[in-house]
């Protein structure tokens, strides 16, 4: 869906075509390759860039990134925020990244020369205010949300590339909060924007709904509690960054349970009109969720990773090893993963 570059790399690569042709999809056993770890930091925020960048960032005011694939990391800690959490990040080369700070006073950063140095070009002090993750339609145009500031969610634009960020304050502009919704910061994946300006949002809590420029609804999503709810959201846009597709997925769960497959997941290939349940769920609480294809899907959580070769139908547990998030190149064909202690790992589907 998003970006600056086709999002699904098999549209610019012919070799891609010509394997997804014959195999159906990516890999009948992808293998996890891990590629870094013991680095003091809890990773939530990824970036892939292309096969051979990739940016990361987490707990104790740490981001990384490599040039050559996680071959080798430059591991940073960002000067006067060592006790702050960079939940979400958004990377557009080797040298422009923009991360997010989360509670109170809550501030984005920009750095244009690979970390070396990072500017504040947002800051909120309010009580309460809590930015769980942004999105990028294009290289300009990027959104943040929030949690709910006087039973209103929390949103901020930037159209020059996170250089500079502008509050939504009308309320037409806001949407307005249930009771007891908000949204989870644990991979920078519940919000998806798009060129024509409009954005889905899936919150959790209490209640969990899916959220959009012009109306929300309830999702079929474990909801009821603090723990509970709608975690990450994905829309497989056939390589169309502009609009939307119809065909979206949505996992979460209950991060206190993290083995219960209670309404973990739930899809729908008509833009919401109708949601479907999973045969075979994921194997537990999933906090993020990338399509590799309109077939191929992968989530990954506490207690593993799930793979679906069957457009979320069914899921196989590829992995124990636990992780927050994972992202697809969005110009290339790399899949990595990130998690606690400075855990990143990537998916080799050519096994």
Not at 39 to 50: A, D, K, P
Not at 88 to 107: H, R
Not at 236 to 244: I, M, Q, R, S
Request: aromatic share 12%.
């Amino acid at each position: 869906m998003k970006k600056y570059n086709l999002r699904y790399p098999f549209f610019s690569l012919p070799i891609l075509i010509l394997f997804l042709i014959n195999s159906g999809s990516f890999a009948q056993t992808p293998e996890l390759i891990m590629v870094a770890s013991g680095t003091n930091t809890h990773l939530r925020g990824l970036s892939v860039v292309n096969d051979n960048v990739v940016w990361v960032s987490g707990s104790n005011g740490t981001v990384g990134r490599t040039l050559n694939a996680g071959k080798n990391w430059n591991w940073m800690t960002v000067k006067g925020f060592e006790k702050k959490e960079f939940r979400d990040i958004e990377a557009f080369d080797g040298k422009t990244a923009i991360i997010i700070a989360i509670d109170s006073p809550a501030y984005i950063l920009k750095t244009n020369d690979g970390g070396e140095t990072w500017k504040v070009v947002y800051e909120n002090k309010t009580k309460g205010m809590f930015l769980d993750a942004m999105d990028f339609s294009d290289y300009a145009n990027g959104l943040v949300v929030g949690d709910p500031i006087d039973n209103k969610i929390f949103l901020a634009f930037t159209t020059d590339n996170g250089s500079t960020w502008k509050e939504l304050t009308s309320d037409t502009q806001r949407p307005k909060a249930d009771s007891g919704e908000a949204f989870f910061a644990a991979s920078g994946s519940n919000i998806r924007l798009y060129r024509d300006g409009n954005y889905y949002i899936a919150s959790g809590g209490v209640r969990s709904r899916l959220i959009t420029n012009t109306t929300a609804f309830p999702l079929p999503i474990i909801q009821g509690k603090e723990n509970t709810g709608a975690n990450s959201i994905d829309i497989f846009d056939n390589g169309n960054p502009v609009k939307a597709s119809k065909r979206m997925i949505i996992v979460g769960g209950d991060f206190s349970n993290p083995s219960s497959t209670e309404k973990n997941c739930t899809y729908t290939t008509n833009g919401g009109k109708t949601w479907n349940t999973p045969k075979r769920p994921p194997h537990g609480y999933r906090s993020c969720v990338e399509y590799l294809s309109q077939k191929d899907i992968i989530s990954c959580g506490i207690n593993g990773i799930d793979y679906s070769m069957d457009g979320g139908k069914t899921w196989k547990w590829i992995s124990k090893e636990g992780f927050h998030v994972c992202r697809i190149a969005r110009n290339g064909s790399a899949v990595f993963l990130a998690g606690e202690n400075g855990k990143v790992a990537k998916i080799n589907f050519e096994n």
